[in-house]
């Protein structure tokens, strides 16, 4: 079972600024200590809280019961919402989404507000996207307040092929060698350049590899097609040597989002922001019109 960093759960439960009498639908029960601050909060009746693991379920369910809360926890795909219980003043998820669905934006009243950790393919580096509904409830968008990094939700988990699916020798053969100026600091947890490099590539990964003398590889993996690149970092070099194979060259791909983002002034994660509806999302800077193009 997994609960989140009590300072974690602190800057959502602020962000997300419920107050009483709110109805809250939390996606990710996970041990219900959540659902029982916002129940102390906001009068149990008003929390439901969802999870898709039944055993998970059915220990939040018995804590907030022992402690005589009666929150409605259910077990589902919390990506559906909870329709039944709709609208609510706030969705707030504590597992981490690719995807925005519409249904929440539907579920949640105008001028209610969606938080969740949202990110990319790209890195496990995420940010909380805090998103107003439209007066018409036909959208909700809204800027990211800060970088986090949340177990994913299930089936937005990405699972690429195998490292040796990708690096066979035909392909190592196939390898166009070059150098870079990006430092790794680039690909650190939690970087900015990281997530706003995802936010313009499209459908790439990245891994580090395991050290091997002295060096620190970095993996960029396709997931479109197996092309792959590699970059060895090594030491305080200010020019590492990258190797790039395949349909695509992922590593020009990732310098010139890199490029882009420096252009823009480096921005860090709250000059962005997130805008959800029924046609899909799209991710903006500064203005919800300035859209982030892939
Ligand atoms: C970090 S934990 C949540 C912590 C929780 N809020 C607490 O107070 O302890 C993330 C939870 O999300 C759940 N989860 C993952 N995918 C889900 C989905 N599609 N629908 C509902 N819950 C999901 C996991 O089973 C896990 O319990």
Known sequence: MSSSKPSLVLSMLTDLDPRPGDRVLEVGAGTG???GLFAHRLGARNVT???IDPSVVRTARAALHSLSLPV???CGDGYAGVPARAPYDRIVATCGLRQVPF??????RPGGIILLPWGTDFSSTEGTARLAVSDDGASASGPFTGLVEFMRMRAQRLEPDTHDAYVTEDSKQDAVASTTSLAPEVFADYSPAAFAIGLRVHAMTYRRGPKEDGAHPLWLLSLTDR????AIF????????VYQ???R??????EAAHTWWAEQGRPGCTRFGLRVDADGQQAWLDDPGNHVRQ
């Open 33 to 35: 200590w959540n659902a």
């Open 234 to 241: 090594r030491g305080n070099q200010d020019s590492h040597t």
């Open 245 to 247: 194979s395949g349909q």
């Open 49 to 51: 809280t969802i999870d």
């Open 227 to 230: 092309s792959w690149a590699c």
């Open 249 to 254: 060259r992922l590593w020009d791909e990732v």
């Open 103 to 108: 249904a929440w934006v539907e579920q949640t």
């Open 72 to 74: 409605e926890v259910l």
